[in-house]
């Protein structure tokens, strides 16, 4: 049997740019015509899609690591290369993409289908056929490719079910689930929790069935982080309707009416809008309880082991789940998009070294060979027309500084 796995950390990387190719024609006794070489092809991009079909992030768990295609290297003639095939990753729905060293949320991928762009791959080189002007009529140098994206990501699985079972360990939950559905998680007569949620599907007619999700057994102090609260408690955020479970044997000494508060309270202190879903309050074990405590009792009740009231609590939460998908609002996926401004601005980030930032500019310098007078000469045309020896100039850099642009650095001359 698979674990269920609700948590993981996610590696991915865009494909690397393929390099532009030097190149020129071949003509007759012509040694070097005009130039011909191609485009380096575009690095694939990762994208994350939401797919019904998933059930956890176990896939990641030992295998965090996803990386695109790379781009293929342009060729003579003209000829540019392929790009990489972007890379699908399927998670569940439900899942929330964050930012590991931050925390910030950046997806929220509520359906099926629904999709974000986790990272893009590098830029393909421009050939020497693209250098040519009037000025350069015989160009010998090309771009490098740009090299694809990476970042970190936790993954965070929150359930997408229609009934969340709410109730403390032992209360039943594992036992109605099983009974009303295929789902089989493990029982035991022992006062202590599953540990992981389950999903099972009840149907109660051929038109009307509906996803129950037997969540890990509550205690006081969960909305505190108090066992494994937070983790457990994040699974009923996305449930259209609240079951919560008493056990009216009350076989740990805890009253039928405070289980009912004590589980109010924890859900309201970890989100207080969960108090406004619709909810149905079921007793359970009447096979075991005194006949006092279920005639006491002023909600309805059940036993799953004897499946008596099952099909009426069923049926009940059948109707509660079909009013809430009626008035329910869809929920769209949020996606956060922070495009990287490609103007250039300088920071100065010690006693005489200063570091010029900007997509524009970090490229510039990562797509070409500074090791050929002629590449060099280019970078200094593209960064002079960003604006940035006028930039270090007006932030106090004086003939001797170091400048960084991404991870090459070379000394500040004020005629550069």
């Given at each position: 049997?698979?674990?269920?796995?609700?948590?993981?950390?996610?590696?991915?990387?865009?494909?690397?740019?393929?390099?532009?190719?030097?190149?020129?024609?071949?003509?007759?006794p012509v040694?070097?015509?005009?130039?011909?070489?191609?485009?380096?092809?575009?690095?694939?991009?990762?994208?994350?899609?939401?797919?019904?079909?998933?059930?956890?992030?176990?896939?990641?768990?030992?295998?965090?690591?996803?990386?695109a295609?790379?781009?293929?290297?342009?060729?003579?003639?003209?000829?540019?290369?392929?790009?990489?095939?972007?890379?699908?990753?399927?998670?569940?729905?439900?899942?929330?993409?964050?930012d590991?060293?931050t925390?910030?949320?950046?997806?929220?991928?509520?359906?099926?289908?629904d999709?974000?762009?986790?990272?893009?791959?590098?830029?393909?080189?421009r050939?020497?056929?693209?250098?040519?002007?009037?000025?350069?009529?015989?160009?010998?140098?090309?771009?490098?490719?740009?090299?694809?994206?990476?970042?970190?990501?936790?993954?965070?699985?929150?359930?997408?079910?229609?009934v969340?079972?709410?109730?403390?360990?032992?209360?039943?939950?594992?036992?109605?689930?099983?009974?009303?559905?295929?789902?089989?998680?493990?029982?035991?007569?022992?006062?202590?929790?599953?540990?992981?949620?389950?999903?099972?599907?009840?149907?109660?007619?051929?038109?009307?069935?509906?996803?129950?999700?037997?969540?890990?057994?509550?205690?006081?102090?969960?909305?505190?982080?108090?066992?494994?609260?937070?983790?457990?408690?994040?699974?009923?955020?996305?449930?259209?309707?609240?079951?919560?479970?008493?056990?009216?044997?009350?076989?740990?000494?805890?009253?039928?009416d405070?289980?009912?508060?004590?589980?109010?309270?924890?859900?309201?202190?970890?989100?207080?809008?969960?108090?406004e879903?619709?909810?149905?309050?079921?007793?359970?074990?009447?096979?075991?309880?005194?006949?006092?405590?279920?005639?006491?009792?002023?909600?309805?009740?059940?036993?799953?082991?004897?499946?008596?009231?099952?099909?009426?609590?069923?049926?009940?939460?059948?109707?509660?789940?079909?009013?809430?998908?009626?008035?329910?609002?869809?929920?769209?996926?949020?996606?956060?998009v922070?495009?990287?401004?490609?103007?250039?601005?300088v920071?100065?980030?010690?006693?005489?070294?200063?570091?010029?930032?900007?997509?524009?500019?970090?490229?510039?310098?990562?797509?070409?060979?500074?090791?050929?007078?002629?590449?060099?000469?280019?970078i200094?045309?593209?960064?002079?027309?960003?604006?940035?020896?006028?930039?270090?100039?007006?932030?106090?850099?004086?003939?001797?500084?170091?400048?960084?642009?991404?991870?090459?650095?070379?000394?500040?001359?004020?005629?550069?």
């Amino acid at each position: 049997m698979s674990a269920f796995v609700d948590e993981a950390q996610l590696n991915v990387r865009g494909g690397d740019g393929g390099a532009g190719c030097v190149s020129f024609r071949r003509e007759g006794p012509v040694a070097y015509g005009g130039p011909n070489g191609g485009d380096g092809g575009k690095g694939g991009d990762v994208w994350i899609v939401a797919d019904r079909n998933v059930a956890s992030l176990l896939a990641f768990r030992d295998h965090p690591h996803r990386r695109a295609a790379d781009g293929v290297h342009g060729k003579g003639k003209d000829l540019h290369g392929r790009r990489g095939e972007d890379l699908i990753v399927y998670v569940p729905e439900g899942t929330l993409a964050r930012d590991m060293y931050t925390g910030e949320v950046l997806a929220d991928l509520v359906n099926h289908g629904d999709k974000w762009l986790a990272t893009e791959g590098g830029r393909g080189g421009r050939g020497n056929a693209k250098f040519l002007n009037n000025r350069r009529r015989a160009p010998s140098f090309a771009e490098q490719g740009e090299v694809g994206r990476e970042r970190w990501l936790r993954l965070e699985l929150k359930l997408m079910a229609d009934v969340a079972l709410v109730g403390f360990p032992n209360v039943g939950k594992s036992t109605f689930i099983s009974a009303v559905s295929a789902a089989k998680p493990r029982i035991a007569n022992y006062p202590f929790t599953t540990l992981e949620p389950h999903l099972g599907v009840v149907r109660i007619d051929d038109e009307t069935e509906f996803v129950m999700a037997d969540i890990p057994g509550l205690i006081e102090g969960a909305s505190e982080g108090r066992g494994l609260g937070h983790q457990f408690l994040r699974h009923v955020e996305r449930a259209r309707v609240l079951c919560f479970l008493i056990d009216l044997a009350a076989l740990d000494g805890v009253e039928p009416d405070d289980q009912l508060a004590t589980l109010r309270r924890e859900l309201g202190n970890y989100r207080s809008e969960l108090l406004e879903r619709p909810t149905l309050v079921v007793g359970t074990k009447t096979d075991s309880a005194t006949a006092e405590a279920v005639a006491a009792w002023p909600h309805l009740s059940m036993s799953a082991v004897t499946m008596l009231n099952v099909r009426t609590v069923t049926g009940s939460l059948a109707r509660l789940v079909a009013q809430a998908r009626d008035t329910e609002p869809l929920e769209e996926a949020t996606v956060i998009v922070r495009p990287e401004p490609e103007h250039a601005w300088v920071e100065q980030i010690g006693e005489g070294e200063y570091r010029v930032h900007g997509r524009a500019a970090e490229r510039a310098v990562a797509l070409n060979d500074v090791s050929s007078p002629e590449s060099l000469s280019y970078i200094d045309e593209r960064l002079a027309k960003l604006g940035v020896p006028r930039m270090l100039a007006r932030a106090g850099a004086t003939e001797g500084d170091v400048v960084w642009i991404a991870e090459f650095s070379f000394e500040y001359a004020p005629d550069l």
